[in-house]
């Protein structure tokens, strides 16, 4: 049974080291302790450490960096919603592909071709450079994923699959935004116009869609991340004078989420080095 506190000990506005004379006694009979038998403070630590730290073998499996799941609420009703179109609606990108159909953004490949010099994508020296470019990213293993529809590859854009690869629009010849029951309100952009008729236009978008609902699925991922890595050199191969080539894709986003992420790693590794180290000094003075 414990004897009555000394008064020395005792709480008052004389006395305010009431709380730091019992710690300063147990932390003088823990060093006691780890002088006298020193050997469980170290390996103890240590084995405990390295037991836990084995965990991080498992980090790639477990780690989550979809942007969706990251920044949208699991049993949202929109997700809900959408498996519900899935259901009753679903695509089929084998035979017949519509991307107004599809649930999701699907997975693709988006070119933009923006005439230079102010001048018109449908020029004839554009409309060549154009049609070259498409041949270049419309390859036998994109043949292959690409998702179809009456036996053959979407296409990419309604100017093309119109005019086929050696047809030129004729200024004045196509009418916007509906050509011959085609929308051309995402195939061109700035469109100049006269009495509906399309006089000059300054951008193209090509989409390339790939199968993502069969066992091609996989093939086709790879293929985007193939696309974004060989792009770049690939149009500077073309050397195209006439257009100037912007691209995205539909892992881009992603991508570019985990690429900052693995940027702000060190920083935040920097930022503790430099708090611990401040908080040390300060505990030193």
């Known amino acids: 049974m414990a004897g009555p506190r000394d008064p020395a000990e005792r709480c008052s506005c004389r ?4 709380v730091e004379r019992p710690l300063r006694r147990l932390f003088e009979g823990l060093a006691s302790g780890v002088a006298a038998c020193p050997w469980p403070f170290v390996l103890l630590p240590l084995l405990l450490s390295g037991g836990l730290g084995a965990g991080f073998l498992y980090l790639p499996q477990r780690q989550a960096n979809d942007i ?34 599809l649930p999701t953004e699907g997975a693709y490949a988006a070119l933009i071709a923006v005439a230079t010099n102010g001048a018109s994508v449908l020029a004839p020296a554009a409309w060549a450079e154009v049609l070259r470019l ?24 309604a100017l093309l699959s119109r005019l086929g690869d050696e047809g030129r629009p004729v200024p004045g010849s196509l009418r916007f935004p509906f050509n011959d029951g085609d929308f051309l309100g995402t195939a061109l952009g700035g469109v100049e116009t ?3 008729w399309v ?14 609902d069969g066992p091609e699925a996989q093939d086709s991922r790879q293929w ?47 930022t503790y080095f430099l708090t611990i180290t401040f908080a040390v000094v300060s505990c030193l003075r």
């Open 15 to 18: 006395n305010t080291d009431c």
């Open 68 to 101: 969706e799941g990251q920044f949208t609420p699991t049993w949202g009703p929109a997700k809900a919603e959408r498996d519900f179109v899935r259901r009753h609606f679903p695509p089929n990108d084998s035979e017949r592909f519509s991307a107004q159909r």
């Open 134 to 157: 498409n041949a270049t990213v419309h390859d036998a293993e994109y043949e292959r994923l690409c998702a179809r529809t009456a036996g053959r590859c979407a296409s990419p854009n």
């Open 194 to 196: 006269d009495g509906g």
């Open 199 to 212: 006089r000059r236009a300054r951008a193209l978008k090509l989409v390339y869609y790939l199968r993502e």
């Open 224 to 270: 985007l991340e193939s696309f974004l890595r060989n792009i770049s050199s690939k149009v500077a191969d073309l050397r195209l004078g006439s257009i100037q080539v912007t691209y995205f894709t539909s892992l881009s986003r992603q991508q570019e989420f985990e690429g900052n992420t693995r940027s702000v790693i060190p920083l935040f590794s920097v």
